[in-house]
């Protein structure tokens, strides 16, 4: 089930029944499922570069040689270590911390999706810059995950 929910009605940052100044307040870290699923992804593109290779061979081992090593590349890149993050939602609003500890206010862009093995926020920092963060459950704490997929689905009206 797809969830998909927009800022453009919301009333308040923290839902109406939480008595308490802090909502959220979570590392996010690396998953385990989207390094496996990202490794399968590359794994096939080379399987496939290489059937496809097969007929053009010999003539042709220097064009497999480049292709190999921009799969190499792309690959290295995409399974490189992710930053852990910190986000928190208090009664302020948005906060994101990169890997060097400082939470800056953010603001949630206009839509995020809500799946239960995914949530994509949409962030804009003041300064304007963008960023979409990909939270799997192996993300964040269970309990952390399922707040904030709450807070998404209840205090973000589409």
């Known amino acids: 089930m797809i969830t998909q929910v927009s800022l453009k009605t919301a ?20 998953s385990s499922l989207q390094r496996r699923f990202a490794l399968g992804i590359i794994s096939g593109a080379v399987f496939l570069t290489s059937i496809a290779f097969i007929p053009l061979l010999p003539e042709y081992w220097s064009a497999m040689v480049v292709v190999f090593s921009a799969e190499l590349v792309c690959g ?36 995020a999706r809500v799946w239960p093995w995914l949530v994509t926020m949409g962030l804009r920092y003041r300064n304007g810059r963008r960023l979409t963060l990909l939270i799997m459950p192996d993300s964040l704490p269970p309990a952390d995950y399922l707040r904030l997929r709450i807070w998404l689905v209840t205090q973000v009206k589409a």
């Open 11 to 30: 009333e308040t940052s923290l839902p109406r029944h939480f008595p308490g100044r802090l909502y959220l307040d979570a590392d996010i870290l690396p």
């Open 76 to 111: 290295i890149w995409c399974l490189r270590p992710a930053p852990t993050r910190r986000l928190r939602l208090d009664h302020k609003g948005w906060a994101l911390a990169e890997a060097d500890g400082v939470l800056l206010p953010v603001s949630l862009e206009a839509e």
